[in-house]
C-alpha cells in the first residue's frame, strides 16, 4: 500500500507576499476592512502577524501586539468558506501562546457590538466584558459602540 501525504492546514508567520491574499480575505469579511499600508505597517513594526494556510492558499489571519505584560487582538480574520471549522478559535488559541510565552498577563481585544458570534468565541475561550468604547467604530451612516474584552492568562 502507498502512503498518501495529504497536507494538512497549518499556521505561519505571515510575510509580505502573502498581503494580496490577506486583504482579499479582509475585504470579504470586514465592512470597514483595513488597508495593505496597515497590514504592511504591523509587519514592519515587529507586530505579531500569523497566517491560517492550505497548500499555499491562505484562509485566516492575525495581528497582536505584546508589550508591558499586556497582548492586544488588533484583527483576526477568517475567510468566509472557512468559518465555523474551528479555525478562528485555533488561532487565537495560537496567538494565547503566543502572549504567554511572553509573559503577558493579559489579551485585550474590541469587538463591535453587533458582533455575537466573534462575541461568542471571544467567551467561550474566557475572555470577560470589562468595559465600553461608546461609538468607536464607524457603522453605516453612524458609529457603534466596542466592547472592550480581556483574557487574565
Ligand atoms: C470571528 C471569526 C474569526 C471566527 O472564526 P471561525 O473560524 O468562524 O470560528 P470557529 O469555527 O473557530 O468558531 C468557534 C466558536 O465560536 C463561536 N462562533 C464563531 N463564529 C460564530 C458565528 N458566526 N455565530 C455564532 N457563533 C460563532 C461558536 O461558538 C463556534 O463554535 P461552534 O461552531 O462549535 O458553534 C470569523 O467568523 C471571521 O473572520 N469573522 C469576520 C471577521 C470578524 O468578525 N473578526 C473578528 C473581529 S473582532
Same mark, same amino acid.
Given at each position: 500500500?502507498?502512503?498518501?501525504?495529504?497536507? &494538512? !492546514?497549518?499556521?505561519?508567520?505571515?510575510?509580505?507576499?502573502?498581503?494580496?491574499?490577506?486583504?482579499?480575505?479582509?475585504?470579504?469579511?470586514? +465592512?470597514? !476592512?483595513? %488597508?495593505?499600508?496597515?497590514?504592511?505597517?504591523?509587519?514592519?513594526?515587529?507586530?505579531?502577524?500569523?497566517? +491560517?494556510?492550505?497548500?499555499?492558499?491562505?484562509?485566516?489571519?492575525?495581528? &497582536? %501586539?505584546?508589550?508591558?505584560?499586556?497582548?492586544? &487582538?488588533? %484583527?483576526?480574520?477568517? @475567510?468566509?468558506?472557512?468559518?465555523?471549522?474551528?479555525?478562528?478559535?485555533? +488561532?487565537?488559541?495560537?496567538?494565547?501562546?503566543?502572549?504567554?510565552?511572553?509573559?503577558?498577563?493579559?489579551?485585550?481585544?474590541?469587538?463591535?457590538?453587533?458582533?455575537?458570534?466573534?462575541?461568542? +468565541?471571544?467567551?467561550?475561550?474566557?475572555?470577560?466584558?470589562? @468595559? %465600553?468604547?461608546?461609538?468607536?467604530? !464607524?457603522? &453605516?451612516?453612524?458609529?457603534?459602540?466596542?466592547?472592550?474584552?480581556?483574557?487574565?492568562?
Amino acid at each position: 500500500m502507498s502512503a498518501q501525504l495529504k497536507e &494538512m !492546514p497549518g499556521i505561519r508567520h505571515m510575510i509580505m507576499t502573502d498581503l494580496d491574499e490577506v486583504i482579499v480575505i479582509e475585504q470579504e469579511v470586514f +465592512l470597514f !476592512p483595513w %488597508t495593505l499600508g496597515n497590514f504592511g505597517d504591523s509587519m514592519s513594526s515587529g507586530y505579531h502577524c500569523y497566517v +491560517l494556510e492550505l497548500a499555499g492558499c491562505i484562509f485566516g489571519y492575525g495581528v &497582536m %501586539t505584546i508589550g508591558s505584560g499586556e497582548a492586544h &487582538m488588533l %484583527t483576526l480574520g477568517v @475567510a468566509a468558506g472557512w468559518q465555523r471549522e474551528g479555525w478562528g478559535e485555533k +488561532l487565537l488559541q495560537h496567538f494565547i501562546c503566543l502572549a504567554k510565552v511572553h509573559h503577558a498577563r493579559s489579551v485585550f481585544l474590541e469587538v463591535r457590538e453587533s458582533n455575537l458570534g466573534a462575541a461568542r +468565541l471571544y467567551e467561550r475561550i474566557g475572555f470577560r466584558r470589562v @468595559a %465600553t468604547r461608546t461609538s468607536y467604530y !464607524p457603522a &453605516m451612516g453612524r458609529r457603534e459602540d466596542a466592547i472592550v474584552m480581556e483574557l487574565t492568562l
